[in-house]
């Protein structure tokens, strides 16, 4: 499992944490906001018209509303993200990243105009009569790169799997298991099967679904949320300063936190923050093209408030829960994770001097690594008795004690270049937490107490089913492109099988997985916009002549 995650980690640094990532995710969404004078901006109030069905005419082809279409991107982006996402964003690069991930989701509101109205202009329909549609039809029908959409097809099965489904029933089974201590496996077996019900049905019953839980979920999450916010208003003022305060610095260490460079936070954040809203990865494209309409535009426009719901609000919001509650720097008891663990010879280090904080720093970023242990770790009543120190989660670890089975343990545990390789054993102590963990911690500082971990726990639960449900489909519709609609079956049993079991699967290479697979998808979809920028121009340029026509007494933002 090390082995496999080290491999992951690998690629990773070469796509979805590699420097130049972000730079392309900004750069796209800076050139069309130029390029077209601000649309999210401007066609914001207009967007909220044509979400309520003012313009819809009766022989508008397509599946869904716009509404309905709305909430299944919504559903496939409201998640693990808000509520894991955030809080690891901040672990690894301090509240300045959570400035990175608006900044990312306000660049990304234009490009979610672009990619959705383009992906509806060149949609299809399907031998079944349903609608097929994508940056993998504009790929193939008006890029004429049948190879560069057969790529980004793939890419999206991948990423159904790397962003849609493991990620999201690790989080949920993770939350459920600390929670109500209900066992990984349960957690898999139950919500595999209601997967399973619910994806058979296909878009008209994912679709009829995610409609009413996407506003039903959002209101449970925002009740425990401003719980927190009001209980902790005095931090508010201290939490919005942290956000903004170390961008041209790097946050510094804070408590447990060791601290993290601008790169980190930029790079975290940006990352984190297309998670959350995957605002040109070129996936909400796929829902919208289901949606009835007559022309591409006005969906397009529908698609500019997906990021604004999902990271501008959402997101911002378990930010402050996060900061104002102070859990995010805080040590807390936990089990350790081997792949986030590092086994250091000796035990003088500290994170309560300068130089303590630099030499810990220094090998967690790689800048400086530390000497690692191998060998064997005696161990007296779950007690170390070699002289050690352990690294995890990012941070100096505490009161540290070895059980197996639940016990207790005594004998020896081998260690291999500072990571244990008996699984069996398990290392419990206080240090850093991260991902959903860290936001069940936040939401028990409110006027709920202990009962706000609950509300994590029903809203991770409620948040991140539904995205592995919309990410069904867009997985069902890249699978109809490459291999006909006759393959969607074997695509989804294969589909269900895995979020079973990646209920119980390590979080971190889910999370390490999730990110190469985002980067897969993205850089041909960002390509993809970039190339076809001039028929982006004239398609709202002919939408706005042609709408002035129809409708010469409604006031237009153009």
């Known amino acids: 499992m090390q082995q496999l995650n080290d491999f992951l980690l690998l690629i990773d640094s070469f796509i979805g944490s590699a420097f130049w990532f972000p730079y392309a995710l900004l750069g796209t969404g800076l050139f069309f906001t130029i390029y077209l004078k601000f649309p999210q901006v401007r066609y914001f109030g207009f967007a909220l018209k044509v979400v309520k069905g003012k313009f819809d005419r009766s022989d508008d082809e397509g599946d ?64 079944d009569g349903t609608m097929a549609g994508g940056p993998m039809y504009f790929m193939k029908n008006k890029m004429n790169m049948k190879w560069l959409a057969a790529a980004f097809a793939v890419a999206t099965v991948l990423s159904s799997f790397g962003t849609g489904s493991l990620p999201q029933i690790n989080s949920i089974s993770n939350s459920l298991n600390a929670t109500f201590g209900i066992d990984h496996v349960i957690t898999g077996a139950v919500l595999a099967f209601l997967l399973a019900i619910v994806i058979i049905g296909g878009i008209k019953r994912i679709a009829a679904v995610t409609e009413k839980l996407v506003p039903g979920m959002a209101l449970i999450y925002f009740i425990g949320a401003f719980a927190v916010i009001f209980y902790n208003i005095g931090n508010i003022g201290s939490s919005f300063v942290s956000i903004f305060a170390d961008l041209l610095t790097g946050s510094a260490a804070s408590g447990g936190f060791i601290g993290a460079s601008i790169a980190f936070a930029f790079n975290r954040g940006v990352n984190r923050g297309l998670f959350s809203n995957e605002a040109g990865q070129g996936s909400a494209p ?7 309409g007559h022309e591409p535009v006005s969906e397009g426009m529908v698609a500019i408030l997906e990021p604004f719901i999902d990271t501008i609000i959402i997101c911002t919001v378990t930010g402050l829960v996060l900061l104002s509650s102070g859990v995010w720097d805080e040590k807390h008891v936990n089990d350790f994770q081997v792949s986030d663990m590092s086994i250091l010879v000796g035990s003088d280090y500290t994170d309560k ?90 939401f028990t500082r409110g006027f709920f107490g202990d009962w ?107």
């Open 64 to 127: 869904t509303s716009h509404f309905q279409a709305l909430a299944t991107a919504l559903s496939g982006t409201v998640g693990t993200g808000n509520i894991a996402g955030v809080a690891l964003a901040i672990h690894i690069g301090g509240p300045a990243a959570l400035f990175w991930m608006l900044v990312t989701a306000a660049l990304g509101m234009c490009t979610k105009f672009v990619e959705v109205t383009l992906s509806h202009k060149y949609r299809e329909k399907t031998s």
């Open 286 to 292: 796929i829902a919208h093209a289901s949606a009835k």
């Open 353 to 442: 001097t300068k130089a303590g904080v630099a030499s810990l720093y220094g090998h967690i970023s790689g800048e400086s690594v530390l000497p690692e242990f191998s060998g064997d770790l005696e161990v007296e009543q779950g007690i170390i008795q070699n002289d050690v120190s352990i690294i995890h989660a990012r941070s100096l670890a505490e009161d540290i004690t070895i059980f197996k089975n639940g016990e207790l343990f005594s004998g020896k545990v081998n260690i291999l270049n500072g990571k244990p390789s008996d699984l069996n054993v398990t290392f419990t102590g206080k240090s850093l937490v991260h991902s959903a963990p860290l936001t069940t911690i936040a």
């Open 452 to 558: 706000g971990q609950y509300i994590v726990s029903i809203g991770l639960l409620l948040f991140a089913f539904s995205t592995a449900i919309s990410w069904s489909y867009y997985g069902d519709r890249a699978m109809t492109f490459l291999w006909g609609s006759g393959s969607v079956k074997y695509y989804r049993i294969v589909y269900v099988v895995a979020f079973f079991f990646a209920a119980f699967t390590d979080t971190t290479i889910i999370w390490t997985l999730s990110a190469i697979t985002i980067a897969v998808m993205t850089l041909p979809n960002l390509f993809g916009l970039i190339y076809l920028r001039k028929d982006m121009k004239s398609t709202l340029d002919k939408f706005w002549v042609d709408f002035k026509k129809e409708y010469p007494d409604e006031k237009t933002p153009e």
